[in-house]
């Protein structure tokens, strides 16, 4: 599977951006999704993940009540919807594909290119 992130950017405090993840495989729906964040100098952080259906997510405490993971299994798209942004948001965003809903990065198998999410302070 290719992924290729979109939607990052600038946004100020309390703002809002869409991250979407654009998935080429013949086998979306078998696979569970997440999000992860980096800043350098850090190890990659989870953020959120999805299910196969899109029934069962779960997120970072951090993010938790201001981001939403969502996937489009006729689209073949994966969403994060992030409101109340803050500076701590920062990052560089990669999605990830796999199987099973996990927190662990090296549990996913397939990872995009990243895209960077700036929150001025």
């Known amino acids: 599977a290719q992924l290729v992130e979109s939607g990052g950017g600038l946004a100020q405090a309390g703002g809002s951006l869409r991250l979407s993840c654009a998935v080429s495989?013949?086998?979306?729906?078998?696979?569970?999704f997440g999000w992860f964040r980096q800043t350098p100098g850090t190890e990659r952080e989870f953020v959120a993940t999805?299910?196969?259906?899109?029934?069962?997510?779960f997120y970072a405490d951090s993010v938790k009540g201001r981001f939403t993971i969502s996937r489009d299994n006729r689209k073949n798209t994966v969403h994060l919807q992030m409101n109340s942004l803050k500076p701590e948001d920062t990052a560089v965003y990669y999605c990830?594909?796999?199987?099973?809903?996990?927190?662990?990065?090296?549990?996913?198998?397939?990872w995009g290119q990243g895209t960077q999410v700036t929150v001025p302070s």
């Open positions: 990830a594909a796999g199987v099973g809903v996990t927190t662990t990065a090296r549990d996913y198998r397939y």
């Open positions: 495989t013949q086998t979306f729906s078998s696979y569970d």
């Open positions: 999805i299910n196969w259906s899109g029934g069962r997510t």
